[in-house]
């Protein structure tokens, strides 16, 4: 279930639901068809996307291949226009299932892990004992590498291996590959597949246009007996495309073929451009036919987020004490949080001596000699508490400005 919880209200019975997932998420994503397609915050550009796709096929529709339908005998012309439809609409469906699927986005947690060796019951004073961090890194042994994972102040847990943040979508993905502006998602997991088919799709889809333009030229100068020249300037439409697909070939092709390689020594965009492999053990290259099956040939897990779902509403839990343990970047500069904010100075120990004696005055208010509550009325201590409470959040919140409870707006 997705980690993005809504905070029930005070009021809220035990058998209240919560919102719909795909309402209360707290990515950049867009939702369509109530939560079937998710797509990133820049889906219109799937609209022009889909046009640099559709309308040079249309016009290979309406001024080449219903020429060469007359040219071709035994309904060959015929062929060559139902093949490019049927062509075009499976590129299409391609572009589809990568930008409108969970690429493999993981829940956000709704706290932060408990550091190594915490105790939630035991009680830490402001001058007894110095608030736990909680690691920034972790190492995690890949085939016998050595990987560090990094923990997620958005997100609120430790990135798994080859994870990480987009700051686009504001998620964290599986396998991240990269943010693809063209497609308007993420590339990930579970949708670098649909992907790379889609960039060679394109490609097949190019060369083919291309090359029935000049099938169509020929055609022309052998049946007027003039040259290659003159037979060109009867279709500047054949002209335009040639010279349209010719550009975008080298796009889409060298996209193809990089990512082919990629693919064969297990590689993602963002480990070939970050961490260069040729310089270093690879952890994931098993090989060119393994990696390559793994691609292909494997199963596409299943999506961590039910979109369509409920989101759980936590009845009747105490917040987590916040003077325990601490992010691992309390005390950093925000901007060093890569965020790429303005720089905020931070005083650890005087903020925490004064949460202390906060909470200590709150107690001298609350208790008389005996150590009980002072019974002037039972609705003054309820009172009282509910005031305690709302003075522990305001203190809380002074130690994580920009933070509504534990997590940091954005993060990468």
């Known amino acids: 279930m997705n980690g993005a919880s809504a905070s029930a209200g005070p009021g809220a019975g035990a058998g209240a639901e919560g919102p719909l997932v795909y309402k209360a998420w707290k990515g950049s994503n867009v939702f369509f068809l109530q939560g079937r397609f998710i797509f990133g915050p820049d889906a219109r550009s799937l609209f022009v996307t889909m046009f640099l796709i ?22 060959m012309g015929l062929s060559v226009m139902i093949a490019v439809v049927l062509f075009t609409a499976y590129d299409l469906s391609l572009l589809l299932l990568t930008s409108g699927r969970d690429p493999g986005i993981i829940p956000r947690s709704a706290h932060p892990p408990e550091p190594e060796g915490f105790d939630g019951n035991a009680e830490v004073g402001a001058n007894q004992t110095p608030p736990l961090r909680l690691p920034r890194v972790k190492d995690v042994v890949v085939n016998g590498v050595t990987v560090k994972t990094k923990y997620c102040d958005t997100c609120m847990l430790y990135r798994p291996p080859r994870c990480s943040h987009c700051s686009i979508c504001n998620n964290c993905v599986e396998r991240f590959d990269h943010h693809c502006p063209w497609v308007g998602q ?53 002209i335009a495309l040639i010279i349209y697909t010719f550009i975008a070939v080298w796009f889409v092709g060298g996209l193809s073929v990089f990512h082919l390689y990629l693919m064969s020594t297990n590689q993602t965009t963002y480990e070939n451009f970050r961490y260069r492999y040729d310089q270093r053990a690879n952890p994931y290259n098993r090989g060119v036919v393994e990696n390559i099956k793994e691609i ?48 905020v100075a931070w005083d650890e120990p005087r903020m925490a001596a004064e949460i202390g004696d906060l909470g200590a005055g709150l107690s001298n208010l609350l208790e008389d000699k005996d150590g009980r ?16 409470g709302g003075l522990e959040e305001q203190g809380s919140s002074a130690m994580n400005p920009g933070r509504t409870s534990w997590g940091v707006e954005a993060g990468r």
């Open 296 to 343: 292909f040939f494997t199963p596409i897990p299943p999506s961590k987020n039910n979109f369509r779902g409920r989101v759980p509403q936590e009845h009747g839990l105490r917040p987590r004490a916040t003077n325990g343990f601490m992010s691992p970047n309390m005390g950093r500069a925000v901007g060093d949080i890569e965020m790429g904010r303005k720089p």
């Open 373 to 388: 509550f002072r019974s002037a009325s039972p609705d003054l201590s309820r009172d009282a508490l509910a005031v305690g």
């Open 186 to 238: 993420c590339i990930g997991l579970r949708n670098y597949r649909f992907f790379y088919m889609f960039v060679f799709s394109t490609t097949l889809l190019c060369l083919y246009v291309f090359g029935f333009c000049w099938v169509y030229i020929v055609k022309i100068r052998n049946a007027e007996q003039i040259t290659i020249w003159k037979a060109m300037a009867k279709t500047p439409a054949s």
């Open 54 to 75: 559709v309308a040079p096929v249309s016009i290979f529709c309406a001024f080449v291949a219903r020429e060469l339908m007359d040219n071709f005998s035994y309904g």
